[in-house]
């Protein structure tokens, strides 16, 4: 018997040829039973998300065959994976990796750990390599070997990331604005947040923070429909783009992300709006270029004004110091293989 891996990742193929190969999670069981007819592999797991499609099967091997050649049933995957996804062979072929026995293991295993994600360290593909296992687990797909294995590897991803900082630190510009919230006001809760703008980024961190819990959203738009639309996806509140200075004295974090030429926010506009608030904290997170909110509010007191560039800095920041775990984590993956 002999355990193998075949894919490809976010590193050996774009995202126009990933999306092609990707299994929906629906579509696993019918998916798995397929591959192990078609291949004739004795166990076989697929994971499959927006940044990988991974085949890890068990081979069973002849006498005859020579040891650690296996081309036969690679080539039935590589047909597998053409004839489910109905992509021809020649647009995937060369972005695929073949790891075998140790190499397979080690690889699975820096899967887990978070060492082969596109950001360094991230906790969301130890549940979908726990996901996937489970799939196949229940299929009936797998046996000792595959059980064995992704087993050790689900341990091993919760061990590195409770004995190392791979996973400390947000790395996106969503993540800090929250993690920032929460130092400046500690439980999000009972929060107001509005939405100056309708960009994707400033969209993903107001969801970012109403999953932290914030009491509720407003937004406010120049198109006052997409303000509307907005809204009803955070059952908030929409406002029409001349009225919102009005709630500023209500609201505790402000994402604004429009493309004025101009400043929408001055430190004359906030000036009376903080005594108003009796000078009660307000976080603005300027997500635009050019930036929304003229940098001198940070001269009022209790404002804490960032920019992305300041979000971003922080995500260079939490990034390096994941890469520095790197070393300890492959270290505890060699002691593991």
């Known amino acids: 018997m002999k355990i193998i ?11 126009e040829v990933r999306e092609k190969l990707t299994i929906p999670e629906t579509k696993l069981p019918e998916a798995l039973r397929l591959l192990i007819e078609q291949t004739g ?54 972005k695929l990796y073949l790891y075998q026995e140790k190499e397979c293991i080690e690889h699975l295993f820096a899967v887990a750990a978070g060492l082969d994600s596109m950001v360094v360290g991230e906790d969301q593909v130890l549940g979908q390599v726990k996901t996937a296992y489970s799939y196949a687990h229940q299929n009936r797909t797998t046996a000792k070997l595959l059980n064995i294995l992704f087993q050790k590897a689900l341990n091993l991803g919760k061990h590195v990331r409770t004995t190392t900082g791979i996973n400390k630190g947000s790395v996106s510009v969503s993540s800090v604005a929250v993690e920032l919230a929460e130092k400046i006001f500690g439980n999000l809760q009972e929060r107001q947040v509005m939405i100056i703008g309708a960009g994707e980024t400033s969209e993903l961190t107001a969801k970012n923070l109403l999953d932290s819990g914030v009491k509720s959203i407003l937004v406010s738009n120049r198109t006052f429909e997409r303000a509307q639309e907005l809204a009803r996806k955070f059952n908030g509140l929409a406002v029409r783009f001349d009225e919102f200075p009005a709630y500023l004295e209500d609201v505790d974090i402000v994402i604004s992300s429009t493309a004025a030429p101009h400043f929408i926010l001055k430190k004359e506009d906030l000036l009376p709006i903080m005594r108003k608030r009796k000078h009660r904290a307000l976080f603005l997170i300027d997500i635009a270029v050019p930036r929304d909110i003229d940098p001198q509010v940070n001269d009022l007191d209790n404002i804490y004004l960032y920019n992305i560039d300041d979000l971003e800095q922080i995500v260079k920041t939490n990034l390096g110091e994941r890469e520095k775990e790197i070393t300890k984590c492959q270290q505890i993956i060699n002691k593991k293989t």
């Open 5 to 15: 891996v075949l894919g490809l990742n976010h590193k050996t193929a774009p995202v």
């Open 41 to 94: 592999l004795k166990e076989a797991v697929i994971i499959s998300t927006c940044n990988r499609t991974e085949i890890y099967g068990v081979i069973p091997q002849e006498k005859k065959e020579p040891e650690g050649s296996t081309p036969e049933v690679i080539e039935k995957i590589k047909n597998f994976l053409s004839s489910y996804r109905q992509v021809a062979r020649s647009e995937f072929e060369d």
